[in-house]
């Protein structure tokens, strides 16, 4: 075993970590936004709906010309810029799943080039204040292919963030029942257990990140 080799791995390790506590923040934060816009949607797609069922030529709001198509015109701009804000969020979230990616790769990456000098002892021992280095690289994979599987989720709900931007490149402002069910479908997407599983793996690395 390589004594080089195993401290330039823990040292890319820790930077991995330090990436992916740093970004899921970032993640966390844009999705967080995400929430309260999707609800904006649905209530626009609602009141959207309400005024194409109704006739204001047979109502005493017939008085006041072109108050429907003026209406229309302000519903459907308050969705354009709902949409659009959501886009920027999705654009937050797609940032923060490439640069956990590029991360978790440069990690592998280094590990395939030193597999030669790291024997299987050394990537299993574990210690009182450091998982091993399997562990590590498998809860940094598998949170890399929960954000990539969420940001594409985010497209098809809709496919988790490719999908979720696939379910906004969906939305059209004169497609009510899509933009009425945007909400549930993308609150489905949801995955606790998952989001639980990475803040555990951050937890357990505490130590290790400050052992340096």
Known sequence: M????????????????????????????ALAECSPLMSSLGNLAEQLRALKSVELVNTPLAQFPDLQER???????????????????????????????????????????????????SCVARSAISPSIADMLEWLQDAECYYRVQSGQFLVTVLRHVQRKYL?????????????????????????????????????????????
């Open 71 to 121: 209406l229309q015109h302000k519903l459907t701009q308050a969705t354009d810029t709902v949409l659009s804000r959501l886009d920027e969020k999705i654009d937050a979230l797609q940032v923060a799943k490439d640069s956990i990616s590029k991360q978790v790769f440069a990690v592998f990456q280094l590990y395939e080039q030193n597999s030669d000098f790291l024997d299987l002892r």
């Open 2 to 29: 390589s004594q080089a080799a195993l401290l330039s791995l823990h040292q890319e390790l820790r930077k991995c970590f330090q990436s992916l506590e740093t970004n899921r923040s970032v993640w966390k934060s």
């Open 168 to 212: 906004l490149q969906m939305l059209k402002p004169d497609d009510l029942t899509l933009m009425e069910t945007a909400p549930k479908r993308w609150a489905s997407l949801d995955s606790p257990s998952r989001e639980e599983r990475i803040s555990d793996a951050v937890s357990q690395v505490s130590f290790f990140m400050e052992s340096e």
